[in-house]
Nanobody
Framework: QVRLVESGGGLVQAGGSTTLSCAAS???????????MGWYRRASGKQRELVAT???????NYADFVKGRFAISRDNSERAVYLQMSNLKPEDAAAYYC??????????????????????WGQGILVTVSS
């Protein structure tokens, strides 16, 4: 079983900065790889929306409302993704969710090993922005 664990967030003043972190981990004996990773958010009373994504090669994509303020990065060796958030606005307040497209090895007797694609979500982490 593979899971994502998020950290960071909390209460930040408008105009301030914070960084969210998310790392993937698996039970002993589970092998997996990660393709795209990203961050989504859901504000109170609103639908979930994409914030930013990053490919394995580090190519980033941002929602227009965070361009120039947020930066996504990843560490493939740590199987982690980060979201540096700056110049925060009250409208950035939301629960932020880490997302990862994984390929979990389920059969090593074949060449190449057979994998199952599993999309993972973190548990969500709150970012509150005070004005």
């Amino acid at each position: 079983q593979v899971r994502l664990v998020e950290s960071g967030g909390g209460l930040v003043q408008a105009g301030g900065s914070t960084t969210l972190s998310c790392a993937a981990s698996a039970a002993s004996g589970t092998s997996f790889s990660i393709n795209n990773m990203g961050w989504y958010r859901r504000a109170s009373g609103k639908q979930r929306e994409l914030v930013a994504t990053v490919t394995r090669d580090g190519i980033a994509n941002y929602a227009d409302f965070v361009k120039g303020r947020f930066a996504i990065s990843r560490d493939n060796s740590e199987r982690a993704v980060y979201l540096q958030m700056s110049n925060l606005k009250p409208e950035d307040a939301a629960a932020y969710y880490c997302n990862a497209a994984t390929a979990v090895i389920i059969d090593t007797s074949t060449i190449p090993p057979r994998t199952r694609n599993i999309e993972l979500w973190g548990q969500g982490i709150l970012v509150t922005v005070s004005s």
